[in-house]
């Protein structure tokens, strides 16, 4: 139940959770979750989960650290936390985002504008815990007393802070309670960045003491710098995969489609998020069709991790997002391309085109784009013949946030869709103030112990409340529904809360990429590329 | 007391410079960040501002000229700077103390402004304050010194009532945030009050203002707008170490974070820069990352731990 918390709770040294959410306190949804009594409960966490890990935070536990064995290793946690605070405020360490986490530090107002923003804090009920300033705030404590060594006179100023490995142990967990989608810092007055905070706080932990969440490093960034994917796929395997979506796209399509490898000095290297190709290959199936109907010289390659745009060192290591960085840029390089477009993924946009900009230097800097304005131009070039007659659906778009408001591609999608969807209506707010679809920052692909509960009713509550609304006026069974959602991590966590809610079942809301709307309109394709079946 | 008030107001504007260039070096010294701009940003093509369209929107953009949108950009920032905008649109409730408040500032400043304009043009111009322009400033000063005290204060007070009764801020209001805000009030009462209950043959605001200037020490300064002048003197000393310096952040947070989205060009300041960058010597111990103390940026982003792990 919602309860006042003080941030002193949070080195409080029992391992009770600081708050516990039930459904009622739960920013309401519309029909047909209208009904509090018939949301779904919510898993507890097991009585072996808490013993075994750090759960004291809420209903949920993220990144499951392990409960340290002596208070010696708790000391020596805490030492290395502490270690790590200050290597975050010097430039030899983090020279990567110094200047921006100093003036967050010395000049939020706490004024709250942020709370209002946040999708988290409002779905949750308001509830403190996740309030974007509450994180924030027990960093700036902790940078004015343990960085800038302050005394007395600072902890008057700036609010007095106690360190424990309790507090270190809430604190891993509070930093994965975020999307890292920076609607919040959208809004500050001063300018101050709440999402930058928890992304700093996840390097820290990552950096210094080697905890993070196990899907985004052992089995994310790790797996890809080894075996070239997160997916596991090899470049035999990736080929393997890519060359039976060659053969079932062009049997379902009519059109005989070869998707090119390692072409040097073609046009465009295309990047896809390698998940794709194992949960939605009609995804990279309709990339290869209209890039080969439009006559586009396009190459995908099979080095090291160049055939899997991802780079989840963008939500908690700067060393893993510049290693993976260079690779695809290298891949690049080596193949000679004019120019690397991103597929449908939204942070694989944000990092390689904004994010990794400064870090390519020399013949590393070869230009990036979204494959959203490639699909644009293509759309708008008449290269493609389009009827939208076949796109008679209500479909709605769903705006990533490192698309739209971190990366400022906002016309290209709604050109195409304005263009072959007659019933195209947006979610409202939308462009750069749209809503995350609760999945960002990793979650998406964060399943371990009861996280999806924590997922679906409260980071996604939000963005399903938009999408309730957007087809409010369809919500029956007998009209399939399409939300376009150009991006794997955003789909990902679509096809979870669908399901979770059977909205697909119960709704038929089924949810989807762009390319895939545009190859269902084109009319030199067999009619029905969308199968309305559920993925 | 005519001296001390004096010496009061140089240490006073003294110390808020130093405070204030020491920030700006601070922040302005910082490394060039990765890249973290938010949109909209206001610089970008007018088609593309209202919607927060930036140059991603084009295929081949690098081939593109690329024009600075100073209108585009000086529509952001002149409501913002002037009337808050940003709080209007996000936290209404806020922007009436926030505004009140702030713009008794700009007040306060346009009416020290004017006080010494008109200090200057009396000095230059022989019988300049009993004619029009005078005149004019004359009256200039006096509105916007009346504005600022009472905008001031009401926004002040209801600043601080927020802080008081706001059980949303319970956790974010230090005793100094308090003391910030009874300090202004203080100091406002103190400079009004002794304004209005000056003595006969006391000095005037402009004499008070000669006086500083010129280090002229015998204008006979009340000893309430003394005591007055003297507070607002260490506030003003007091403003730039503390969070209320935020006027030097906002002008990083905005133009140097937020709406930053200078391309790392070849050859140019931001590749230059960031080479420099790439041979720090980080120690972060976590074992992945392989930092020693002896590697730079540079190799520990071309090592790979997954391959190295496997050998």
Redesign the interface.
Known sequence: MKRELNIEEMWRVDREPLTHVENADLMPLPAPLDIVEKDRSWAPLSPQATKKYECGLDDTCAVSVRQPESPEEEKRLVATFLSGLDKLFMKENNWTFLQPLLLTMEHCTRCQTCADACHVFEASGRNELYRPAFRSEILRRLYFKYVKHGGLLSAWQHGDIQVNWPLVARLIELSYRCNLCRRCAQTCPIGADNGLVAHELRKLFSQEMGISAKEIHEQGSMLQLKVGSSTGMSPEVVKDNIAFIDEDISERTGIEIHTPWDVEGADVLLIHNAGEIMAWPENPGAFALILTMAGVKWTMSSELAAYDSINYGLWYDDAQFARVALKHAEAARKLKVKKIVIGECGHAHKALCVIADRLLGGDLNIPRESSLTLLRDVVMSGKIKLDAARNDFPVTLHDPCNVVRLMGVVEPQREVLRLICPQFREMEPHGVNNYCCGGGSGFAIMSGLNFPDWRFHVSGRKKLQQVLQAFSDCLEPETPKYLCAPCSNCKGQFRDMLAYYKLWDQNRILYGGLVELIVNAMADVKPGFIEWEWR | MTVAVYVGIYLGFLIFLIGCVRRVI??AR????????????PH?EPG?VA????????????TQPRHFNWRGELRAMIPEILF?K??W???RG?WYA?FLFHFGLYCTIASMVLVVGQVIMSAAVAGWTNGLGGLAVAGGYRVTGYAALLLTLAGALALLWRRMRD???????????IFNLVFFILTYCILGAGYCLRPEGAASVTSIARGVLTFDIKAEVAPMIGFGLVLASVLIAYIPL??M??FI??Y???H???WD?R????GGK??TA??G?LR????????????TGEKT?AE????????E??K
């Open positions: 601070q922040y910082a490394p060039i960040h990765l890249r973290w701009e938010l949109y909209p940003v970008e593309r919607h927060g369209g930036s140059y991603f929107e084009s295929s081949d953009w690098w808050l940003g709080l649109e996000f936290n806020l926030s059980a949303e801020l319970k956790n974010f209001t230090s005793p100094a945030d503390t969070h310096a935020h952040a906002k990083f947070t905005y140097a974070v937020r989205d391309a790392n060009l070849r931001i590749e960031v080479a960058y720090y010597k980080p120690n972060w111990a976590a074992k992945h990352v392989g930092a940026w520990i982003a071309t090592a790979n731990p997954a391959r792990v496997r």
